[in-house]
Structure formats: C-alpha cells, structure tokens
C-alpha cells in the first residue's frame, strides 16, 4: 500500500534490521526500541487492524511467533517478554499495519512499565 511505513520496508524501500521473512510474513526490529532486541512481526499484505486479517493470515503470522521469541530469548537472555498488539489509534497504535511488538523485558530495570 503507498504511504505505509510497514509496506515500504516489506518492499525494502525503507531499511530495516530483518529478523524473519517467509513468504507471508515479515519480522524486524523497532527502530525506537522500548528494551534491547524489541522486534515487530507483521503480515506481508497490507492490513490496518486485526479485524482486518483473514484466518489464514493470522495462522500464518503466528505459526512463526514460538520460533522468532525462540531466537530472542537465546540473543538477548531476557528473563520475560511481552508480547503485544496495539489495535486502533485509541489503543496506541501509530502505524496503520498491523504488528505484532516482541518486547524483551530483563530483570535489571529496562526502562518499560
Ligand atoms: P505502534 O505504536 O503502532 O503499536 O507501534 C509502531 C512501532 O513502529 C513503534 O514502536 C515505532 O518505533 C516503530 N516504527 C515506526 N516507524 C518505523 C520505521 O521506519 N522502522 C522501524 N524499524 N520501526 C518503526
Ligand atoms: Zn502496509
């Protein structure tokens, strides 16, 4: 979609740090990480909201999310992590493509409530 952010660096027009690509879906790091190793999963094709998503879509995106914490937790040794969506503007999100936040949390203060 022109004008996505998401879209732009799914297409490599924007850099990005890629963690996972398969042929649905794409992974990369936050460019404002709220911890070390904050990581975004998102579905290649275009959708704003999680309403937006078909099954499959969603099938296809988490079917790879045990694999990409999997690859965090080994790199980073974080002592938890959230996993978390912001749906719609009121809920915090700020890009229209849905993502999926992988955020690392370590037991010394990390800075993230
Ligand atoms: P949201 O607030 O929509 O849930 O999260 C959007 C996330 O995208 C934010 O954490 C923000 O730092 C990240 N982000 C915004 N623009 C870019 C970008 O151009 N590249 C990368 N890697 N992350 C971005
Ligand atoms: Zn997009």
């Known amino acids: 979609m022109d004008n996505c952010i998401f879209c732009k660096i799914i297409a490599g027009d924007i850099p990005s740090i890629k963690i996972y690509e398969d042929d649905n879906v794409f992974a990369f790091m936050d460019i404002m990480p709220l911890t ?3 990581t975004l999963i998102v579905p290649k094709t275009h959708r704003a909201l999680v309403y937006d998503l078909t099954s499959q879509e969603a099938s296809d ?9 999997s690859a965090l937790k080994e790199t980073f040794g974080p002592a938890g992590m959230n996993l978390l969506n912001n749906n719609g503007a009121k809920a915090g999100q700020s890009v229209a493509h849905f993502h999926l936040h992988f955020i690392p949390r370590y037991d010394e203060t990390d800075g993230f409530a």
């Open 36 to 38: 070390k190793g904050h």
């Open 61 to 69: 995106l988490f079917a790879v999310v045990p694999k990409i914490a």
